[in-house]
């Protein structure tokens, strides 16, 4: 079984090691002895965008996200072609705010974003920026909850359709006021949570390979892989946060 994956803008979105999350997807599939194709597209180099069972961005600066918006929205087409089709997204920090409408940041700069999805991020005066583990709980059964680390002066907040990903148990995500964190569309999931996310959270990684397995009419399930490095990671950050 051969799956590809399109980790978009990997030169530039890239500041907090979110490449990390595209080992953790390659090996857990290697592990599986399911071939995981990983694309690596940037500014003038992506394409077939809907012929991709994922999507991945990273997260990064302001100013990352002002060089490639215009590069980025000339994708819409494919993008929505792709989520439509059940494609898998991750879209982390800086990569997720780029799907909403747009993106007011803290120099007062309005990013115009994709506007594929019904969320706009802004910098809210007075504001802490949001940096520290966070930690939520989610309604998917199969990854009842995920924790990691924040970084963002942005907050998100989601206007119609789509869901958080989850409520928040410690820490800020999406925003001050809402305690939740994160978007879910059908297969597209954005976060805030850096670390990599997949690494404390490889139930979550587990998740993902099954819904691309899904997307191809395979319906398995996925053999079990020693993950107790993982969890003593996830639980380090629990016991730290709730003690
Ligand atoms: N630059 C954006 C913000 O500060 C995203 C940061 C990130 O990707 N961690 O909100």
Redesign the pocket.
Known sequence: MELNLAWLYDDL?E??S?SGNIKILEKRCEARNIKLNVHQMSIGTVKDLDKMDMIFI????????KILVDDLNQHKAELIKAIESNAVLLL??????MLGEY?L??NGDKIECMGIFDYY?K?VENDE??IGYVGIKTSIEQVPMLVGF??????TFITNKGEPLGETTFGIGNNHYDKNEGFRYKNCFGT?I?GPLLARNVDFADYLIQLMLEKNNVNIQLSELNDEFANKARQTVIYEETN
């Open positions: 979105l500041l907090y979110d990273g997260g990064g600066s302001d100013r990352e996200q982390i920090c800086g990569g997720y705010q993106y940041s803290q991020t910098v920026r949001a924040e970084n963002h002066s942005g907050q805030y850096h």
